[in-house]
């Protein structure tokens, strides 16, 4: 973990359980893509960029999820650096109390009030286009986060954020997590058609193509909503519906996972109900999905 792993003249990434993306923007100026999952994140990539010289001059941060902010304050105190986040993820990141509130859906217990969930607050900057290095180009990716974005470099690297499951992952967990289902399947088939020299995911190897495991995440939102679509067959409230999926694909509750799979689910409810799949309606003080 934290090695260094060059990719192109002048990109990286650092191994870590979120991939860090280090790029050279001048000759001995680095940027980062993401920052990792908290302070000792920030501190094995501050030795990194000591052992190689180089001055970090910005943090651009792909989405607000706290294994990828969680570094931002820890490196921005120790180096100076500007820290850049796009749309609703920049609020996010400056307050970062919002992330387990939108996914408990009122003030979090602390169950949900811990780094993996909240990272400390950044002061993060707006990021626009005008923001970028030279020859950068900023892609929104927005679906698994309301506005995370990805970013092609000067030499054609792209660097995917959260947009993509490996397969492993999605073997094990079965459920990405997502906040907007239209949009991150919008999201998956701009990025299956997309070409460059190499693409970064964050959380699956570096691959020259990705359309294959992009359909495979394709099919996986697929078969989830038709999972759900079913279960709703026999009229359900939304802890029959959680507790439905948990059984269906094996998965173990806890609490953090209620909230995580839990916040997902409602998305894809949403969604089902929008393209006219599933119906809600109160009956006896509590709220009813029906399939249609
Ligand atoms: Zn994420």
């Not at 995917?160 to 397969?167: F, I, M, P, Q, R």
Request: aromatic fraction near 10%.
């Amino acid at each position: 973990m934290y090695e260094l792993v060059q990719v192109s003249e002048d990109c990286y990434y650092i191994e870590s359980p979120a991939k860090i993306g280090l790029v050279k923007t001048g000759d001995d100026e680095v940027c980062l893509i993401d920052s990792g999952n908290d302070k000792d994140a920030g501190k094995k990539v501050k030795k990194i960029l000591d052992a190689n010289s180089w001055k970090l001059t910005a943090i651009y941060n792909t989405h607000s999820h706290a294994d990828h902010i969680g570094g931002n304050r820890y490196l921005a105190v120790q180096t100076g650096c500007r820290i850049y986040a796009p749309g609703i993820e920049c609020s996010f990141t400056r307050h970062p109390l919002l992330e387990p509130s939108f996914l408990y859906g009122g003030y979090p217990p602390s169950e949900l009030r811990h780094k993996f969930l909240m990272a400390k607050e950044s002061d993060a900057i707006l990021l626009d286009e005008h923001a970028l290095p030279d020859g950068w180009v900023m892609m929104p990716l927005p679906g698994h986060s309301f506005d995370m974005v990805g970013f092609r470099t000067q030499d054609d690297i792209v660097y995917l954020a959260d947009c993509l499951a490996s397969a492993e992952t999605l073997k094990k967990y079965q459920i990405s997590f997502i906040v907007d289902v239209e949009a991150y399947l919008s999201t998956l088939e701009a990025v299956k058609a997309m070409k460059a020299r190499l693409f970064i995911p964050a959380h699956a190897e570096p691959a020259e193509d990705v359309s294959e495991l992009a359909e495979l995440n394709i099919a996986k939102v697929h078969e989830i909503a038709d999972k759900i679509a079913g279960i709703c067959k026999a009229s359900a409230v939304f802890d029959d519906i959680l507790k439905g999926i948990f059984d269906d694909y094996g998965l173990e509750m806890t609490f953090e996972q209620h909230a995580l799979v839990g916040s997902t689910v409602r998305s894809y409810l949403a969604w089902l109900e929008g393209s006219g799949r599933v119906r809600s309606e109160i009956s006896d003080n509590r709220l009813i999905w029906t399939a249609v």
